[in-house]
């Protein structure tokens, strides 16, 4: 399987940017991480398809929005009020099943290349 990620860029803070995810194939869990300068990848959301439960760090709950997307293996991740800390580097990730260790990199296997986001203030 494999992940092409879409979206990010650059927004003020209180904006907003979408990202989007496609799959090449089928996968139990989709999601993102972040990764700020001299920071360790962190979790930012993710979404069981089967359940469609939804998982989302403390960071950014109430702020982004992850669903499943209109077309095919796809997620998108609705970024609002966006602050100076969410500046980072996005990943898409994907397992074929769901981890009780959801948040943790080590988990993921399947990674999509970066894309940028930039928050200024």
């Known amino acids: 399987v494999q992940l092409q990620a879409s979206g990010g860029g650059l927004a003020q803070t209180g904006g907003y940017l979408r990202l989007s995810c496609a799959a090449s194939g089928r996968t139990g869990v989709m999601g993102w991480f972040r990764q700020a300068p001299g920071k360790e990848r962190e979790f930012v959301a993710i979404i069981r398809w089967s359940m469609g439960r939804i998982y989302y760090a403390d960071a950014v709950k109430g702020r982004f929005s992850i669903a499943k997307g209109s077309a095919g293996l796809t997620i998108d991740l609705q970024m609002d009020n966006l602050r100076p800390e969410d500046t980072a580097v996005y990943y898409c990730?994907?397992?074929?099943?769901?981890?009780?260790?959801?948040?943790?990199?080590?988990?993921?296997?399947?990674w999509g290349q970066g894309t940028q986001v930039t928050v200024s203030s």
């Open positions: 990730v994907a397992r074929l099943s769901y981890s009780l260790a959801y948040y943790d990199p080590e988990q993921y296997g399947i």
